[in-house]
């Protein structure tokens, strides 16, 4: 017998999208377990009508509310393999198929890195460096942890962990609307403040060639933190690194609109962790 998958979906206040995500997830998972942090509109409502098992869990940090989750479906389903969805995400048809496929001979990885395809503004983002994006979004628990990050969090990963790689393509769509949008990205750019200003206080940890070479995620930050955090002017130089070097421009409005967002994202981080280090921000 191939071995169950437990989708997980963190929510709060996603009624616009969590029907999608559920009934996406449930065309391959065995059972569907959202975690809420305290949703004032329909979403527990409407998730529970579709089967999900909903769990009530206060928010700390997402790498903590993950990490709970994990535990909580291990409590209840023992070794199963854990399939990590957001609420403004879908799986696409061929991503389905692919993992239907997968259902007996999953065993043979402890993880899979999927790519996932955004929208944006109504279109599919293509260039700018969002064409692709490799996440490890299928893993078998018990194996790996989310790493204390308060976004952006991270699933870490120990050596010589199995590593899969599905084609299938993991949808994403970061619109669902402008006020949601800028009011997510004002929190996060908040929480990556503090996330980089308690990185510089604690030190950079060591992270390993053979661990940048593997994860792509780590590969990232990897040039993030040692390249990217310590050149001047990165506002400006993230627009022209999303819309010209990786060829923005060509995705038409919304390619531009989304290099000005990224931006003004990269904007508030140094503004807000100026305040931080100076004791000005909660």
Known sequence: ???PIVGCILTLDEERTIARAVSSLARVADRIVVVDS?????????ARELGAIVLEHPFTTYAEQR???LEQIVERFGQVYVFT??????LSDGLVAELDALRDRIDAHDLYLIPLRRRFDGRILRFGGFGRTWLVRLHRAGTARFEGREVNEHLAVPAGTSTGRLTGWLEHDDVASWEDYIDKHNRYSTLEAR???EQRRRGEPAITV???LRDPTMRRRFLRQRIWDRLPARPALRFVQVYVAFGGFLDGRPGFRRALFEAWQE???DLKAERLERGALP
């Not at 305290?38 to 409407?46: A, M, V």
């Open 1 to 3: 017998m191939s071995t």
């Open 38 to 46: 305290g949703s004032t509109d329909g979403t527990t409502r409407l």
């Open 85 to 90: 969805l957001d609420a403004d995400e879908w």
């Open 267 to 269: 904007m508030c981080i």
């Open 210 to 212: 053979r661990t940048v």
């Open 195 to 197: 996330a980089r200003v």
């Open 67 to 69: 990490n709970w989750a």
